[in-house]
């Protein structure tokens, strides 16, 4: 089985600080991991993702991911949050050893970046 | 086409009726899923399609829903007997799987559907 936990969900930061938006997951064996974003009325698009080697996985609109294999994480991460990246942020996991191909995602994090 | 596209954006319907969604996934993308997204709640799977292979219908949350997808073309999700707990956002999305399926969604806009 794998499962996707997003223990938050709503993160408010202010314009120029630094976000973090959490992750942890389960697989049985070892993971792939994406972040998508949901902006208001369209569907998910993609950020990132890690398969393997560099821990720090870098992706769109300057926002970066880091894997964790000790703390099973993958938090979202941007060094200056602007009020453009509010919305709904969706981490999702695949074991890539199982064969099951769908992908598991997290119930979603509200970020909201005032100005 | 250039995305996966979905039809209606919209359906209102009335509870009992029956209703059809339309997934025209990204050419050459041999994987097709369907996702339901309720109001405050996470992506929930439904059915994936790889090919010629059967379907993964294991997400259906009951015999109202079915898909069907020829080949590696367009699918339709049909609910029937609507329910006021069937309204959410249905998304489709596709990929293209490589050999070790690391490949991401590409997802349509979804259709919301609202039973009255």
């Known amino acids: 089985a794998q499962s996707v936990a997003q223990p938050e969900d709503q993160v408010n930061v202010a314009e120029g600080n630094p976000l973090t938006v959490k992750c942890t997951y389960s697989v049985s064996g070892n993971p792939y991991l994406f972040w998508y974003v949901q902006y208001p009325n369209r569907g998910l698009q993609f950020l990132l993702k890690y398969i393997t080697g560099d821990n720090l996985v870098k992706g769109s609109y300057g926002f970066e991911a880091e894997f964790n294999k000790s703390q099973t994480s993958f938090h979202l991460k941007k060094p200056s949050a602007l009020v453009s990246d509010s919305a709904l942020y969706f981490c999702?996991?695949?074991?890539?050893?199982?064969?099951?191909?769908?992908?598991?995602f997290g119930k979603g994090t509200m970020l909201l970046v005032s100005p | 086409g250039a995305g996966v596209s979905q039809s209606p954006s919209n359906k209102v319907t009335e509870k009992g009726k029956d209703v059809e969604l339309r997934c025209d996934p990204i050419s050459g993308h041999t994987a097709l899923y369907w996702y339901r997204q309720r109001l405050g709640q996470g992506l929930e799977f439904l059915i994936y399609?790889?090919?010629?292979?059967?379907?993964?219908k294991s997400g259906l949350p009951s015999d109202r829903f079915s898909a069907e997808r020829t080949g590696e073309s367009v699918s339709t999700l049909t609910i029937q007997r609507t329910q006021q707990e069937d309204s959410a956002v249905y998304l489709c999305?596709?990929?293209?799987?490589?050999?070790?399926?690391?490949?991401?969604?590409?997802f349509g806009s979804g259709t919301r559907l609202t039973v009255v």
């Open positions: 999305a596709s990929s293209q799987e490589g050999r070790l399926g690391a490949g991401g969604y590409t």
């Open positions: 399609f790889q090919g010629n292979s059967a379907p993964d």
């Open positions: 999702a996991v695949r074991d890539k050893n199982s064969g099951y191909s769908t992908l598991t």
